[in-house]
């Protein structure tokens, strides 16, 4: 008998529970955690891809134990090809970066490679390193923060702080929102050329100065169902239709039906054609290939 009325208490409360969960309706909106400042990290190895000359005349050129050493990272010491000849003191500080492309070469979608051109050349930030000891035409340098390890032939650059954008204040997510009628652009890659992202991650997008993009700015992330050149593994019309699973009845087409807004990022970086986007938040997961607004 207890076991009886046991199992009808158990009853009476899952039907309960799926009543009360058939009852609320669906959300818009979602809440969206206030994002913290981005930290050093996220700002100095966020890469960058430009489309001017970056001057490659100061390089990292050996290190310490370099007989047995091929890369260097923080706390090491390497040798710079400027001296007091040349301007160098003790005190200088140098980002270091690397022209990088991808190993894959493989494009994740139709225009990608197409696109990449246009932007530019990517670089890799690697980090910082400061001069200790100055000869007449080389230096010694410590690595004092590293995003990566270095090698002989890395570029420096002279120091220069990178402005940090505000974030907007946290609230709901739009997950329908409506287009911005703003400039709209792909996510080319991600950095180190990965094809998706989510959030904190960093991604490349083919807009920047020219296109009226500033440091700050907001892009919203965003997927269109059935185009004809897909982010994401599909079956040939699944937006309207899947054997066995139902059909519309009609050919839907990508632009007949609602854009899927994935999620939003934060301008970091921005030269002529390209700007380096934090994502600071993500429904699901971002490719290679998605569409971007400015918000």
């Known amino acids: 008998m207890r076991a009886n009325a046991a199992g009808l208490c158990l009853s009476l409360v899952l039907s309960a529970g799926a ?22 990290s996220q700002v100095y190895c966020s890469g960058f891809v430009t489309d001017q000359k970056v001057s490659d005349d100061i390089r990292l050129i050996s290190g310490e134990e370099s007989r047995i050493k091929l890369i260097f990272s923080r706390g090491d010491y390497v040798y710079i090809n400027r001296g007091v000849n040349q301007g160098v003191r003790e005190g200088d500080r140098f980002l270091a970066v690397r022209a990088v492309t991808d190993p894959n070469r493989v494009p994740w979608f139709k225009w990608q490679a197409k696109l990449m051109k246009a932007m530019g050349t990517a670089y890799a930030d690697l980090g910082e390193v400061r001069v200790v000891k ?75 100065t020219n296109q009226g993009v500033k440091l700050g700015d907001y892009f919203r992330i965003f997927r269109y169902q059935g185009t004809h050149a897909e982010t994401v593994a599909t079956e040939k019309g699944y937006q309207y239709m899947q054997y066995g699973y139902g059909s519309a009845g009609k050919a839907y087409q990508w632009n007949d039906l609602p854009r899927e807004i994935l999620g939003e990022g934060i301008v970091l970086n921005v030269s002529h054609n390209s700007s380096t986007v934090l994502i600071t938040y993500s429904r699901s997961d971002i490719y290679a290939g998605d569409y971007v607004e400015v918000e």
């Open 134 to 208: 100055v000869q007449p035409s080389v230096s010694i340098a410590q690595v004092t923060f590293s995003c990566g390890p270095m090698q002989r032939g890395d570029i420096l650059r002279p120091y220069v702080d990178r402005p940090v954008a505000q974030f907007k204040e946290g609230g709901p997510f739009d997950i329908f929102a409506p287009i911005s009628g703003k400039p709209v652009a792909m996510v080319v890659t991600g950095k180190d050329f990965t094809q998706t992202a989510g959030a904190n991650d960093t991604i490349y997008v083919n807009l920047g």
């Open 19 to 40: 009543c009360l969960a058939q009852e609320a309706p669906p959300a818009a909106t979602q809440p969206v955690a206030k994002a913290n400042q981005p930290d050093h």
